[in-house]
């Protein structure tokens, strides 16, 4: 045992002495317990073998003779005779083994009959040493000797302990005793029952002692002793008693029991620790298990010291992951030929590539590789590009296996063919009970993990390669071919508690914001110049930092750039959003730009109306949010004749005021939309720019026109709308709130008290008249919509009311989709439509349009296949079905909001990303087709103050107007600014997000704790996600900090839920299951906690600000950690019946 173990031998013998008394007093009581427990489970077989019982009752006695117990190291005694046996049988009847530091006795051995045995008392077990044994001798006979006297004389060791006046043992004697005693377990572990054998490893796990110590390998160390004993003494038993037939039946099982033994030899080991090699592994994949136990030894030791690693110890792993997924695709059952087992270093992995493909097992492929947002030992490399194929990715599932390539790098790597992948997990390993904490707090050895499925940082390959969940070839990468430019990344580091690596240099760790990416390490002589500027802070510092190099374990290298500020204030916070979502470069404009439109705006000239429609006279009105600043659109009606009207959408003319590749149009094409964050939003435009092209109440606007002739139930009465450049003058800016107002009571006589000011001499039934046809209209066009197979999928969004000094939230509401927000979705998506179609006819080559690819079919076959368990039926064979499927799930559910905020999140996974492109050689109608609107072209038109594409739009529209030449841009300039314009979108719609997560986060921390109602949406082995109703969050839920008790054994199917004190029944947990949770702050990360009954409430009660707390605030609760983890292991034993006696109803 290496001393860095968990059992530190202290300097002060006396403190080492009272811990082996204690491991003593532990192993009886471990052996006090396995004997029980076996007799619970005589008693039990006795219900069903009743018949064999009553005719074998005069089998009483059954103990197996002459099993050596070794002698500690370092002691040997002339060999003497065994042990008596309880019987009359005299003993210089018994031979003596002729084994060097082994004394043979007689150990009372139960044995796993198929019929009940009455046992004697434990402490009442007759074992006597030979005379010439002394108590001074090895640790083993004083622990025989002292469970032969019983409690009483048990107690007396304590008390006749030495002395610190008497001669002090030297630590290696407390080692060799120490190791003494485990060893006798392992031995009583191989002689038992199978199911003794289990539970005796589920208590060597729960035990707080025994489970930090590096237990030995029986097959390593145990059998290479036993093997030098002759195997007739081993198999040397006596029945006293009971007749021939009962004798013969014990015959018969020794065969089996022997078998048993030998399946179950590797299973001990495998409950001591988290990475221990199966039985048929190699030994290097053992030599890696071992290395997993030693890091998370150091762990728990709190060193916080990374052990040295080599390059030998990564190519090993290699090869570890490398051999068991080729061996796991070819079936465990036959054996690997020595010509594909991987042996070689990184520089063969081409050879070793051509040879499993020269076999059939797979093919090569040199793709971009994509690394799991929420855990970076996964990454998946594109095997199609055929949306609605069936081919799933190739999926890596170990850093050092995909060469530790970063998000966007090209690879070339080796894919295995997709076919059934054999599950390596034990029956132990596989499932369990888990949680049962007796506080919501973290052990000083704890730590949240983000991560979607294993949570050990150390996983080697047995346990990573069941990661996936559905069946994806494996992977390995050969090399990076093309490495990603964006090695930039926002992170916490503290200028405390170096880490030394391979190399022996000092490094502060930095812990990257992005998941994908792992520990990041900073040298420390990099560091002085950033902690001279502030020498009093030292932590908790958000830094940006550059990526340098991947040293040889994995390691990335970076340096500091620049500092973001500090955790936990607000605004530094969302600077490191920005920075986080490759938005450091959005800086504020220049004041000169701001100058250039600060002045009123010159009054409409006869020159600007020869190209212009006048409609300043006509009712046109505008409808947004109600905190809207940027009026982008506005709508008309007039009534042209009996039953015919004539419907205008009028977008605000920005391209009038921004030319082509002018100095600010560069800069605005680089920013390419606006940010919305929660508290502020970061233009596209200069600040007066935008108030110049706001389409405000009361003043002249340019604006871009599209008009429908239509009747009132919104049939189209022309083949093509008109496009116009325009001059408006809106006579009231209405919020969604005000349009809704008019909907829901529509013959009510309105004031002018009810609305906002309305000028140019319109009245408020003037604008409700409109709006009452509007309504109509879109109603008959959004039914029409999806009748030809539109879809949509709604997502919570949550708008914050936040503290007007401090900017803190005090509370915040779900954004609702009302009737008055679809009636202006409707004509905005009808002028995109319209305007799309008419700048591809002009200009096919360069028009800017916007597509939207079809689902993964893959993805939505395996969301069928569960939903199909659930008696549920999916139709995904296009939009229109699939809508129609969740139309028809969400009516039939018993509980409609929890079944439609699940579905969406589930159906948002499979969904492509809309993406802007241009539209040079795109000749097929798939090139053009947009899945979710179920239309043939689309663009986007109407936005043009906070999307530079919007923008681009209107210049086509006006070339193809005749107002202008078309624009100058190029193609391949076109293909740049739309692929920049994507990237743009979705960082700002990621930072958006962020950032309304960082204001919930805030809002529970103030809180201390949120309860919220949940659905469930995924189940792995480790944690679930699951959506909240109420703001739509995900949250993940990790089974280890839980409360109540979480049975595993049926995940990801479901799970089973107790209380720890048994109050309420187990629950069962499945997709669409709904349950109550908690939310609070641990650590700075929001932490899902499951309810059954009111524990958590009362868990709350007795820990008010648990929410954002360090852990030396939790001081005073780890006084008692050793006293709640006994009582958490009697839980433990007591669920596990309660879950075997309902697994079958359930």
């Known amino acids: 045992?290496?001393?860095?173990?968990?059992?530190?031998?202290?300097?002060?013998?006396?403190?080492?002495?009272?811990?082996?008394?204690?491991?003593?007093?532990?192993?009886?009581?471990?052996?006090?317990?396995?004997?029980?427990?076996?007799?619970?489970?005589?008693?039990?077989?006795?219900?069903?073998?009743?018949?064999?019982?009553?005719?074998?009752?005069?089998?009483?006695?059954?103990?197996?003779?002459?099993?050596?117990?070794?002698?500690?190291?370092?002691?040997?005694?002339?060999?003497?005779?065994?042990?008596?046996?309880?019987?009359?049988?005299?003993?210089?009847?018994?031979?003596?083994?002729?084994?060097?530091?082994?004394?043979?006795?007689?150990?009372?051995?139960?044995?796993?009959?198929?019929?009940?045995?009455?046992?004697?008392?434990?402490?009442?077990?007759?074992?006597?040493?030979?005379?010439?044994?002394?108590?001074s001798h090895s640790p083993q006979m004083q622990f025989l000797q002292n469970m032969q006297q019983g409690p009483s004389s048990r107690a007396n060791v304590q008390i006749n302990a030495p002395s610190s006046s008497q001669r002090k043992k030297s630590k290696k004697v407390l080692r060799d005793e120490v190791n003494a005693l485990m060893e006798m377990v392992l031995k009583l572990s191989m002689v038992w029952s199978p199911d003794v054998n289990a539970y005796a490893s589920q208590l060597i796990r729960q035990n707080g002692v025994l489970s930090q110590l590096e237990w030995m390998h029986p097959s390593d160390s145990l059998r290479a002793k036993v093997t030098q004993i002759p195997q007739a003494g081993l198999r040397q038993q006596r029945i006293d008693g009971g007749s021939e037939m009962g004798r013969q039946l014990i015959n018969q099982q020794r065969p089996q029991e022997g078998q048993a033994r030998l399946r179950r030899e590797s299973e001990l080991s495998s409950t001591s620790s988290s990475s221990a090699p199966q039985q048929n592994q190699t030994q290097e994949n053992e030599?890696?298990?071992?290395?997993?136990?030693?890091?998370?030894?150091?762990?728990r030791d709190g060193s916080g010291k990374n052990p040295k690693q080599s390059l030998k110890t990564e190519l090993v792993a290699m090869r570890a992951y490398i051999n068991r997924i080729v061996q796991d695709y070819i079936g465990v059952d036959h054996p690997?030929?020595?010509?594909?087992?991987?042996?070689?270093?990184?520089?063969?992995?081409?050879?070793?590539?051509?040879?499993?493909?020269?076999?059939?097992?797979?093919?090569?492929?040199?793709?971009?590789?994509?690394?799991?947002?929420?855990?970076?030992?996964?990454?998946?490399?594109?095997?199609?590009?055929?949306?609605?194929?069936?081919?799933?990715?190739?999926?890596?599932?170990?850093?050092?296996?995909?060469?530790?390539?970063?998000?966007?790098?090209?690879?070339?790597?080796?894919?295995?063919?997709?076919?059934?992948?054999?599950?390596?997990k034990s029956g132990e390993s596989a499932g369990g009970i888990i949680g049962g904490k007796p506080s919501i707090s973290l052990a000083d050895e704890e730590e949240l993990s983000d991560e979607t499925e294993s949570q050990d940082s150390d996983a080697d390959p047995d346990n990573v390669v069941v990661i996936s969940s559905d069946n994806c070839p494996?992977?390995?990468v050969i090399a990076i071919t093309k490495q990603t430019e964006l090695r930039q990344i926002v992170g916490t580091i503290s200028f405390t508690n170096p880490?030394?690596?391979?190399?022996?240099?000092?490094?502060?760790?930095?812990?990257?914001?992005?998941?994908?990416?792992?520990?990041?390490?900073v040298p420390q002589d990099s560091c002085a110049a950033h902690i001279g500027k502030k020498p009093n802070e030292v932590s908790g510092l958000l830094y940006l930092a550059h990526i340098l190099e991947t040293d040889c374990n994995g390691h990335c290298i970076a340096e500091l750039i620049q500092p973001v500020g500090r955790v936990g204030n607000l605004e530094d916070e969302l600077k490191a959003i920005l920075f986080h979502n490759g938005l450091r470069d959005i800086k504020p404009f220049e004041q000169r730009f701001n100058d250039m439109y600060s002045e009123p705006a010159p009054p409409v000239s006869a020159a600007d109306l020869r190209h212009r429609r006048d409609l300043r006279k006509k009712c046109v009105f505008t409808i947004d949010p109600l905190t809207a600043r940027?009026?982008?659109?506005?709508?008309?009606?007039?009534?042209?004749?009996?039953?015919?009207?004539?419907?205008?959408?009028?977008?605000?003319?920005?391209?009038?005021?921004?030319?082509?590749?002018?100095?600010?149009?560069?800069?605005?094409?680089?920013?390419?939309?606006?940010i919305y964050l929660v508290n502020e939003v970061i233009h596209m435009l200069p600040q007066t720019m935008c108030m110049r092209c706001s389409l405000l109440p009361g003043e002249d606007k340019f604006a871009f026109s599209v008009f429908w002739k239509m009747n009132e139930q919104g049939v189209m009465l022309q083949d093509k709308p008109e496009f116009a450049r325009t001059v408006i003058n809106s006579c009231t800016q209405f919020a969604y709130e005000h349009a809704q107002k008019i909907i829901d009571n529509p013959g009510e006589r309105f004031t002018e008290d009810d609305f906002p000011t309305i000028v140019n001499g319109f009245q408020p039934e003037d604008i409700a008249e409109r709006v009452l046809l509007l309504h109509e209209m879109a109603r008959s066009m959004r039914k029409a919509r999806f009748d030809n197979g539109s879809l949509t999928i709604n997502n919570a969004k949550l708008r914050f009311v936040l503290d007007p000094i401090s900017g803190e939230p005090q509370c915040y509401e779900v954004e609702q989709q009302r009737e008055a927000n679809r009636m202006i979705e409707e004509f905005m998506l009808l002028a995109n439509q319209a305007v799309a179609r008419f700048i591809y006819d002009s200009f096919p080559e360069i028009a800017v349009l916007r597509n939207h690819p079809p689902p993964l079919t893959k993805s939505l076959k395996s969301l069928k296949e569960k939903l199909l368990a659930l008696g549920l039926e999916l139709d995904y064979s296009s939009s229109k079905a699939l809508q129609e499927s969740m139309v028809r799930l969400c009516r039939e559910a018993s509980d409609p909001v929890a079944m439609s905020a699940c579905l969406s999140q589930l159906l948002m996974k499979p969904m492509a990303r809309a993406t802007y492109f241009c539209s040079e050689g795109k000749t097929e109608p798939a090139d053009l087709w947009h899945y979710a609107l179920s239309i043939p072209i689309y663009t986007h038109f109407t936005s043009p103050i906070r999307r530079y594409p919007d923008i681009m739009v209107h210049r086509l529209l006006a070339a193809a107007l005749k107002y202008c030449p078309p624009p100058g841009r190029t193609p391949d300039?076109?293909?740049?600014?739309?692929?920049?314009?994507?990237?743009?979108?979705?960082?700002?719609?990621?930072?958006?997000?962020?950032?309304?997560?960082?204001?919930?986060?805030?809002?529970?921390?103030?809180?201390?704790?949120?309860?919220?109602?949940?659905?469930?949406?995924?189940?792995?082995?480790?944690?679930?996600?699951?959506?909240?109703?109420?703001?739509?969050?995900?949250?993940?839920?990790?089974?280890?900090?839980?409360?109540?008790?979480?049975?595993?054994?049926?995940?990801?199917?479901?799970?089973?839920?107790?209380?720890?004190?048994?109050?309420?029944?187990?629950?069962?947990?499945?997709?669409?299951?709904?349950?109550?949770?908690?939310?609070?702050?641990?650590?700075?990360?929001?932490?899902?906690f499951l309810m059954l009954g009111d524990n958590m409430p009362n868990a709350l009660k007795e820990q008010p600000g648990v929410s954002g707390g360090?852990?030396?605030?939790?001081?005073?609760?780890?006084?008692?950690?050793?006293?709640?983890?006994?009582?958490?292991?009697?839980?433990h034993q007591q669920m596990q019946r309660i879950f075997a006696m309902r697994q079958n109803s359930l």
């Open 973 to 1088: 300039e076109l293909h740049a600014l739309t692929k920049l314009a994507n990237e743009r979108k979705y960082n700002a719609k990621l930072a958006g997000d962020d950032s309304g997560n960082l204001y919930f986060k805030r809002y529970v921390k103030m809180k201390q704790s949120v309860y919220m109602t949940a659905v469930v949406m995924e189940i792995f082995q480790h944690m679930l996600n699951v959506v909240t109703l109420e703001s739509g969050h995900v949250i993940s839920i990790n089974y280890k900090m839980q409360k109540v008790l979480v049975h595993t054994h049926n995940a990801p199917n479901f799970i089973l839920i107790a209380d720890r004190n048994q109050k309420h029944s187990p629950r069962k947990l499945q997709l669409l299951s709904v349950v109550p949770i908690c939310l609070i702050m641990l650590e700075n990360k929001l932490t899902g």
């Open 1110 to 1131: 360090s852990r030396r605030n939790k001081q005073k609760q780890q006084q008692n950690h050793q006293e709640q983890q006994h009582q958490q292991q009697r839980q």
């Open 474 to 476: 494996k992977a390995f």
């Open 1 to 135: 045992m290496s001393e860095t173990s968990s059992l530190d031998v202290e300097s002060e013998e006396q403190s080492s002495f009272e811990v082996i008394q204690a491991l003593r007093i532990r192993s009886q009581r471990l052996a006090l317990r396995l004997q029980l427990t076996h007799r619970e489970m005589e008693t039990s077989a006795a219900a069903a073998c009743c018949r064999e019982a009553t005719r074998t009752a005069q089998l009483t006695k059954v103990f197996m003779l002459r099993r050596p117990v070794e002698m500690a190291p370092g002691h040997s005694m002339p060999s003497a005779p065994a042990m008596a046996a309880p019987n009359p049988t005299p003993v210089s009847n018994r031979q003596a083994l002729p084994n060097t530091g082994s004394i043979p006795m007689a150990i009372p051995m139960p044995m796993t009959l198929p019929y009940p045995l009455p046992l004697p008392p434990f402490h009442a077990v007759p074992m006597q040493m030979a005379p010439q044994l002394s108590a």
């Open 630 to 674: 940027d009026l982008d659109d506005a709508v008309s009606i007039e009534q042209l004749g009996d039953n015919v009207f004539e419907v205008g959408v009028h977008i605000s003319d920005v391209s009038h005021y921004l030319s082509e590749a002018c100095e600010l149009d560069e800069i605005v094409k680089e920013r390419s939309t606006s």
């Open 336 to 424: 690997l030929p020595p010509e594909l087992q991987f042996t070689g270093d990184f520089s063969d992995l081409e050879d070793h590539a051509q040879r499993l493909t020269a076999a059939g097992f797979g093919r090569i492929v040199e793709e971009e590789i994509r690394v799991n947002r929420k855990n970076n030992r996964q990454a998946f490399i594109q095997m199609s590009t055929d949306r609605e194929g069936l081919e799933r990715d190739g999926i890596v599932l170990l850093p050092v296996a995909r060469r530790y390539a970063f998000e966007g790098d090209k690879v070339r790597a080796f894919v295995l063919n997709a076919g059934a992948q054999s599950n390596s």
């Open 499 to 521: 880490t030394k690596l391979c190399d022996d240099q000092l490094f502060y760790k930095f812990r990257p914001y992005d998941l994908r990416v792992p520990m990041v390490y």
């Open 287 to 299: 030599q890696q298990g071992q290395g997993g136990r030693k890091r998370n030894h150091r762990k």
